[in-house]
C-alpha cells in the first residue's frame, strides 16, 4: 500500500492561512448586520454545542443545528433537510461561539450551494456583548 499523505506540498496551509483564504470568498457579518439581515428573512443558525447552548443561552429565533449535521439539515434538496431550507438563495448566517469554525461551516455551505451563506464575525460571544436579546 501507497503512502496517501503528502508532506511538504503546495496543498497544505495551516488554519490560518485557510480561514483567511475562505473568509475572502464571502463578505462576513458584524452582530449589527446580523441582525439587520435576519429582521429581512435571512435565517441565523447556531452550530454551537449543547453545553455552550445551555451555558451562555440561545439567540431568539435562531435554528440549532449540530455542526455534524449541518449540510444535510441545510441542503434545499437533502432528504434530511429543516423545513427553513427553502432554496439556495436563501440567506443563512452560521454562528459558533466566536467565528471560526462558522467560517469553515459558511465555506461548506458554498459548495452545496447556499451562494448567500455567510458567517458571524466573533460569533455569539460578539451578538452577546453588542447586548442582543439572548434566551436564558
Not at 116 to 133: C, E, H, N, S, V
Request: glycine letters at 12%.
Amino acid at each position: 500500500m501507497s503512502d496517501v499523505r503528502h508532506e511538504g506540498g503546495d496543498d497544505q496551509v495551516g488554519i490560518d492561512e485557510l480561514l483567511e483564504r475562505v473568509r475572502a470568498g464571502y463578505e462576513r457579518l458584524g452582530p449589527q448586520e446580523a441582525k439587520a439581515a435576519a429582521a429581512e428573512g435571512a435565517l441565523l443558525v447556531d452550530i454551537r454545542y449543547a453545553e455552550l447552548r445551555a451555558r451562555d443561552g440561545l439567540i431568539p429565533g435562531a435554528l440549532v443545528v449540530e455542526r455534524n449535521e449541518l449540510e444535510w439539515r441545510l441542503d434545499p434538496q437533502g432528504s434530511h433537510r429543516a423545513a427553513e431550507a427553502v432554496s439556495h438563495g436563501l440567506q443563512v448566517v452560521v454562528i459558533c461561539n466566536e467565528g471560526y469554525a462558522s467560517s469553515l461551516a459558511a465555506e461548506s455551505l458554498h459548495r452545496l450551494g447556499l451562494y448567500r451563506a455567510t458567517d458571524l464575525i466573533g460569533g455569539f460571544q460578539a451578538w452577546r456583548a453588542a447586548g442582543f436579546p439572548v434566551e436564558v
